[in-house]
């Protein structure tokens, strides 16, 4: 499945979008050795990047042709993440320019590694390509 743009740091870890609708999402990640920490376990920041796309992509599904950008996330983490892992995201609520999603990751006997919450700003995409990497709006931060 495509995630409809072109997001080279989501690529290079090698995610792989499996649902996409209906406010909810998958993502299916394989860590290779680089993305592991010291101890062996997949890194806390690939599984931050992991949870981030997975709730971005599930506020993306109800509005496909929005971008969305991460304002806030809290993440927990539960256990160590090993093996090939599972994100689910679900869009909890939204409004004409937020979402507010969580989206949890799970580890290979299906036993939750980590969680987050996140909000999104829903921001218009300018390039008309669907594979366009510099394809959302400026967003002011004052």
Do not use: W
Request: charged fraction near 20%.
């Amino acid at each position: 499945m495509d995630f409809g743009v072109s997001i080279p740091f989501v690529e290079h870890l090698g995610f792989a979008l499996t649902v996409f609708a209906d406010g909810r999402s998958e993502l299916v990640y394989d860590p290779r050795p680089e993305h592991l920490n010291s101890f062996a376990v997949t890194h806390g920041g690939a599984l931050m990047t992991l949870l981030d796309v997975t709730m971005a992509v599930a506020a993306r599904s109800v509005q496909k042709d929005m971008g969305a950008v991460t304002i806030e996330m809290k993440t927990s983490f539960m256990q160590p993440a090993r093996g090939l892992l599972t994100a689910r995201g679900h869009l909890m609520h939204r409004t004409a320019t937020m979402a507010f999603t969580e989206g949890t990751v799970f580890d290979a006997q299906g036993k939750p590694c980590a969680h987050a919450t996140g909000t999104f700003k829903y921001v218009r995409r300018l390039a008309t390509g669907p594979k366009s990497v510099h394809a959302l709006q400026t967003i002011a931060t004052d």
